[in-house]
């Protein structure tokens, strides 16, 4: 198995902040370690071997064949570990006057919050090599301040504010800065239950740099939420809420990732004959901003001592804050608009009970423990409680970054692509002394063999966020010590996302009469 181990260390201390209770601290720290073994292809066990598809012979031969190439197998760890050093520090204006004996008509909360994080071998397994590793570092700061009153001649309608600020910087960068190289290795079949290779699946085992680009990624996150309450009649407590929040994410890559290598087999990868070399040269940094905000009311009625039922509707709505350029070429040419961002809005409804019954005809359940004046309350023999709504997600700023990188015009992403005889052979000893990949396809190539062309990317004009309906409905009883619970949920998803292929002909071009007329 896979050695692993934890250390962690904590401290805190709280008390009054003052020479009264009127406010009072609290501030924590925490510090821990995570050490794993960083299981990569030549260092994994044969139990993780077979279940991936790759036979023990396999990853010797690709060894012996990487020697051959110059191409490195070690990366000097052989840990993978997570670093992190929380901090946090709240100031509460308490809520109850001890003094005076009574409780106050205000009361607040500032928090602050701290995270540093460090992580290395990232993205090894047992279908890589260790020197396809990454490493990433990220620090998140937040602070949020709390304010609560009762407000109103008689002091009965509860206001509550809270408001907070995140940000998050995440960095990422390979472990060497070597282009990366996958070879397909295996055959058709499946995998035996015992763990063995036997008839694996095709598989891809990864080697040289790693997959994926370094980079920087920084978000911020800006949330408001405002409620209030109150009784508009004995049975009915009234509750409004009004939310906004507006997300920010910045996307800076390092420096444009030095390409990739594709092997179709084994005795390609000996032969240093590649089938494919991709590489994107140009990645330019983008922001995009979101903005989502809500509304909603619910009414909490008891019709009965037995029974609360609550219903209510929410009214969300978003919007995104930049719109990628126009690409009139793209336009005439596969009528696609590329100058996209829809925002929208809807209503969703939402209602639940929750019924308290008895064995006994002329006992009133409570929820809680004791009655009015200390008279102990009946408890419940058992709770049945359901619902059902509907739920809407979130607009986040990934869903416009690639929008807004690639839209094909000048300056946006760049993407190179040949196969077969358009391949340029890799030198790899001169790679990992750190010649820069190639920027272009071999010369006298055949048509179409070498391909130069900008990534696009759209949304849909008709873009909605997912939602979904979920209905619920739980059952709790109590028999002499024991407690039961039943519980059922069903949901309905609807609007998911998805990935459209714009290249691809929506009619078949031709078939074929020998397979039964199976289009192409």
């Known amino acids: 198995g896979t050695r692993f181990a934890n250390v962690r260390a904590s401290a805190g201390a709280d008390g009054p902040w003052g020479r009264t209770d009127a406010w009072r601290y609290n501030v924590s720290a925490q510090a821990s370690r995570r050490a794993a073994d960083a299981v990569s292809l030549f260092d994994a066990p044969p139990a993780a071997l077979g279940p991936a598809g790759v036979a023990a012979d396999t990853a010797a031969v690709l060894a012996r064949v990487l020697d051959r190439l110059g191409v490195p197998r070690a990366a000097g760890t052989e840990l993978r570990t997570t670093d992190q050093l929380t901090l946090l520090a709240r100031l509460d204006r308490t809520g109850f006057d001890w003094d005076a004996r009574r409780t106050r008509p205000r009361s607040g909360?500032?928090?602050?919050?701290?995270?540093?994080?460090?992580?290395?071998?990232?993205?090894?397994?047992?279908?890589?090599?260790?020197?396809?590793?990454?490493?990433?570092?990220?620090?998140?700061?937040?602070?949020q301040g709390l304010w609560s009153a009762y407000l109103g001649r008689r002091r009965d309608r509860l206001v509550e504010v809270r408001s907070g600020l995140t940000i998050q910087d995440d960095r990422t960068a390979p472990l060497l800065a070597l282009p990366a190289g996958r070879v397909l290795v295996g055959r058709v079949g499946t995998v035996p239950s015992d763990g063995s290779a036997g008839d694996a699946a095709l598989t891809t085992l990864g080697f040289g740099g790693a997959q994926l680009a370094g980079g920087r990624e920084r978000l911020l996150v800006w949330d408001t939420r405002a409620e209030t309450e109150w009784y508009a009649a004995p049975r009915h407590r009234v509750k409004l809420l009004a939310q906004s929040r507006a997300d920010a994410l910045a996307l800076a890559p390092d420096r444009t990732p030095p390409g990739a290598w594709d092997y179709p087999s084994l005795a390609d990868l000996e032969a240093n004959r590649p089938g494919r070399y991709t590489r994107?040269?140009?990645?330019?940094?983008?922001?995009?901003?979101?903005?989502?905000?809500?509304?909603?009311?619910?009414?909490?009625?008891?019709?009965?001592?037995?029974?609360?039922?609550?219903?209510?509707?929410?009214?969300?709505?978003?919007?995104?804050?930049?719109?990628?350029?126009?690409?009139?070429?793209?336009?005439?040419?596969?009528?696609?608009?590329?100058?996209?961002?829809p925002g929208g809005w809807r209503v969703s409804p939402r209602v639940g009970f929750t019924w308290r019954y008895d064995r006994r005809s002329d006992a009133v359940p409570l929820a809680g423990g004791f009655g009015a004046l200390g008279v102990s309350a009946v408890r419940p023999a058992g709770v049945l409680r359901g619902g059902v709504g509907e739920f809407r997600g979130l607009a986040s700023p990934r869903l416009l970054v690639d929008a807004l990188a690639a839209t094909g015009l000048p300056g946006s992403s760049a993407r190179l692509l040949c196969v077969g005889s358009a391949v340029p052979s890799p030198d790899w000893p001169a790679l990992v002394d750190g010649t820069e990949s190639p920027a272009g396809c071999a010369s006298g190539a055949q048509p179409g063999a070498a391909e130069l062309s900008p990534p696009v990317s759209v949304l849909d004009p008709e873009l909605r966020l997912?939602?979904?309906?979920?209905?619920?409905?739980?059952?709790?009883?109590?028999?002499r010590r024991f407690s039961f619970t039943a519980d059922a949920v069903v949901s309905l998803n609807r609007d998911q996302p998805g990935t459209t292929d714009l290249n691809l002909l929506a009619r078949p071009s031709t078939t074929l009469s020998g397979e039964g007329g199976r289009p192409l």
């Open 280 to 341: 994107t040269l140009a990645r330019p940094s983008v922001t995009a901003t979101t903005w989502n905000g809500a509304a909603a009311a619910a009414d909490f009625w008891q019709p009965h001592p037995r029974l609360d039922v609550v219903w209510g509707a929410r009214i969300e709505a978003h919007r995104f804050g930049q719109v990628p350029a126009a690409n009139s070429a793209l336009e005439r040419g596969l009528g696609v608009r590329t100058s996209v961002a």
């Open 109 to 143: 909360a500032l928090t602050g919050y701290a995270r540093l994080r460090r992580s290395t071998a990232l993205g090894i397994g047992p279908t890589s090599v260790a020197t396809a590793a990454a490493r990433g570092d990220g620090v998140t700061l937040g602070t």
């Open 466 to 479: 997912p939602r979904s309906w979920r209905g619920n409905l739980a059952w709790t009883t109590r028999r």
